[in-house]
């Protein structure tokens, strides 16, 4: 499989997952604040996940985005926010 890197030698699988997870994160925390109905929620995350993934991923590498360990320690701090503002 041939693996496409960008301008800053990441790769562009590792730079969409870590887009991907990190935008997740965000729509996860947002939800709630949005509104109470839950149907609502999921919709807007299913709906808005992949157009903002994709912007995401273009801001990314417009900016030389790497996945470095500091990212990837925002990405996990960020994930356990999420998970204490849902198990709360």
């Not at 965000?26 to 903002?52: C, G, H, R, S, Y």
């Not at 990314?60 to 996990?76: D, E, P, Y």
Request: charged fraction near 10%; aromatic fraction near 8%; include cysteine.
């Amino acid at each position: 499989m041939i693996v496409t890197t960008t301008g800053t030698g990441s790769s562009l699988d590792k730079l969409l997952l870590y887009h991907f997870l990190m935008v997740t994160a965000v729509a996860l925390l947002i939800t709630p604040l949005v509104t109470d109905n839950k149907f609502f929620e999921l919709m807007l995350l299913v709906t808005m996940q992949i157009v903002l993934t994709c912007i995401s991923t273009l801001i990314g590498i417009s900016m030389g985005h790497t996945v470095s360990k500091r990212a990837a320690s925002v990405l996990f701090a960020t994930w356990m926010l999420v998970w204490c503002v849902h198990l709360a």
